[in-house]
Nanobody, 124 residues
Framework: VQLQASGGGLVQPGGSLRLSCALS????????MGWFRQYLGKEREFVAA????????FYAGSVKGRFTISRDNAKNTVYLQMNSLKPEDTAVYYC??????????????????WGQGTQVTVSS
């Protein structure tokens, strides 16, 4: 299984970015997917998760109302639409596929495959 994340970059505060994560070599439709982020020198933290069908989502409080997770099972791809970005959203963002029987897992240990990370920088 390989996860390829893309879409990161430099954006001004208040701007938007859409991250994509394509899965190859494994099951996608039945697996919950998640996004995490890691600040420099900090532990990785949960951002958002989506169930295999896409019918359930869950967000960290710090991004709720600004970020939207979605998926296209026909393309084996999960997305993270990030709006109203703030400097504190600056981090490396990781996508992950869950191996747990949970709709919207929020713990790192519930995910068994990880993408390589994509840098998001919010700065004027």
């Amino acid at each position: 299984v390989q996860l390829q994340a893309s879409g990161g970059g430099l954006v001004q505060p208040g701007g938007s970015l859409r991250l994509s994560c394509a899965l190859s070599g494994g099951t996608f439709s039945w697996s919950a997917m998640g996004w995490f982020r890691q600040y420099l020198g900090k532990e990785r933290e949960f951002v958002a998760a989506i169930s295999g069908s896409g019918g359930s989502t869950f967000y960290a409080g710090s991004v709720k109302g600004r970020f939207t997770i979605s998926r296209d099972n026909a393309k084996n791809t999960v997305y993270l639409q990030m709006n109203s970005l703030k400097p504190e959203d600056t981090a490396v963002y990781y996508c992950a596929r869950s191996g747990a029987y949970l709709a919207t897992p929020r713990r790192e240990l519930d995910y068994n495959y990880w993408g390589q990370g994509t840098q998001v920088t919010v700065s004027s």
